[in-house]
């Protein structure tokens, strides 16, 4: 079956420091991944969409890389800052269309 | 242009009555996804639809969960006769696509049975 994997452990870095975040799924071809941020209480925000044939993404402070052959991407977040704290989610796009996400990584990023 | 909206944020039911959850989607989006999620734990896919149909409900119960989309009108997840263990946050999601295209979030309705 398929499934998503993110580190459900939570990621606790020092302010200004790089934080990377992993997720790994099996059992899925997709067509693109994508990235959101979830606050306490709050939707899902959309960040990042990387395709296929992307190797990489740029947003700002934000970099995604996409590796089909490893079944993995990776989220990272260059200057971190304590407004950066929140839990992200990664969704790879299957077939049938729906948005499925995996568990999801809280950040705390430590002034 | 409003996001998506729903209501009611909050929502209590005692066991054995029925819950209506309402999503309107953004202007333009005729995609509609319902999650849940408990405390502490992801959003499972529950149910996706599109103007009038349902394309995939493979995460919704087969008992007591229904969802609509019409053609007018927002989005119902309707829950009969609810248990405690259906307490969680729903949340919905609209898309103006399928494809290649970002979801957007409303804030979800957190509903409490008692």
């Known amino acids: 079956s398929q499934k998503i994997e993110q580190n459900s452990e939570a990621l606790n870095i020092q302010e200004g420091k790089t934080a990377t975040l992993t997720c790994n799924y099996t059992n899925y071809s997709p067509a693109y991944l994508q990235w959101y941020r979830q606050d306490p209480g709050r939707g899902p925000v959309f960040l990042l969409l990387?395709?296929?044939?992307?190797k990489e993404k740029r947003k700002e402070r934000l970099k995604v890389t996409f590796d089909t052959t490893l079944k993995q991407s990776l989220f990272h977040i260059t200057a971190s800052q304590p407004a950066d704290s929140a839990t992200y989610l990664c969704a790879p796009r299957g077939a049938g269309n729906m948005l499925t996400f995996g568990g999801g990584t809280r950040l705390m990023v430590k002034p | 242009n409003a996001g998506v909206m729903q209501n009611p944020r909050h929502l209590v039911r005692r066991r054995g009555q029925e819950a209506r959850l309402r999503c309107s989607p953004m202007k333009g989006h005729s995609h509609v996804y319902w999650y849940r999620q408990l405390p502490e734990e992801g959003l499972k896919f529950m149910v996706y639809?599109?103007?009038?149909?349902?394309?995939?409900e493979s995460g919704m119960p087969k008992e007591r969960f229904s969802a609509e989309f019409p053609k007018e009108g927002p989005s119902i997840l309707r829950i009969q006769q609810v248990v405690r263990g259906d307490s969680a946050a729903y949340f919905c999601?609209?898309?103006?696509?399928?494809?290649?295209?970002?979801?957007?979030f409303g804030q979800g309705t957190r509903l409490t049975v008692v």
């Open positions: 990387i395709r296929e044939n992307e």
């Open positions: 999601a609209s898309s103006p696509g399928s494809k290649n295209t970002e979801a957007f």
């Open positions: 639809l599109q103007k009038e149909n349902i394309i995939d």
